[in-house]
């Protein structure tokens, strides 16, 4: 199984700012994925990085709002961009171990003031 | 999207009693996960059901995936605190889709 390191584990923003998660793999991975969650409830997928190229996106969620970087087989960044309080939620990143058994980091607990 | 729901949303029981959580689809699933998820943290894969009809123990834990590959359970015997957390079910390849969830309470 994959160990994922997810920093910030939270945050506190003021609106209007941004704020970069990281997302650091302990092995080489094709796709990352990052998510968002909302307390008790389930996964949004925003997008699906892949190393090489731009991050394929859900519908919903746009490169601009979330631009992901992917600089390797290990890596990965998701921007929440110009902040307001409805984005105030949990942000995770996640790998997969063959085709469908997903892995987590702890997660990026997000409040917009 | 291959749409996940699960049932119910909301469980507390009392240790030591028992609890089923269901998942549900219309579409027919290759596999299917359940996943643990606890404050603060992220959701940690607890299992894969991948043939029909097939049933999984993990110590208290009884997974069962549909004979027609649709539908999911989780059956917990004699329920500790321990067990409290944000349950949820998962299939699809690559790109995985969630059920909403059962958030399961059990009081000491």
């Known amino acids: 199984s994959a160990v994922i390191s997810q920093k910030p584990s939270r945050d506190i923003c003021q609106r209007g700012t941004s704020l970069t998660i990281q997302c650091q793999v302990d092995s080489q991975v094709t796709m990352m994925f990052w998510y968002r969650q909302q307390p008790g409830q389930s996964l949004t997928l925003i997008a699906t990085?892949?190393?090489?190229?731009?991050?394929?996106?859900e519908s919903g969620f746009v490169i601009d709002k979330f631009p992901i970087s992917r600089p390797n087989l290990t890596f990965s960044t998701l921007t929440v961009s110009n902040m307001s309080p409805e984005d105030s939620s949990i942000y995770l990143c996640s790998v997969l171990q063959g085709f469908d058994e997903a892995f987590f980091g702890q997660g990026t607990r997000l409040t917009v003031v | 999207t291959q749409l996940l729901e699960q049932s119910p949303q909301f469980l507390s029981i009392q240790e030591g009693e028992n609890l089923t959580v269901y998942c549900n689809s219309s579409s027919v699933f290759s596999s299917l996960q359940w996943y643990r998820q606890e404050p603060g943290e992220g959701p940690v894969l607890l299992v894969t059901v991948v043939t029909g009809g097939e049933v999984k123990k993990l110590k208290r834990l009884t997974f069962q995936f549909g004979d027609a590959r649709k539908d999911s359970s989780l059956h917990i015997t004699a329920a500790q605190p321990g067990d409290t957390g944000l349950y949820l079910c998962?299939?699809?390849?690559?790109?995985?889709?969630f059920g909403a969830g059962t958030t399961v309470t059990v009081r000491a």
């Open positions: 998962a299939g699809g390849d690559y790109k995985l889709s």
């Open positions: 990085a892949n190393q090489g190229s731009e991050a394929t996106y």
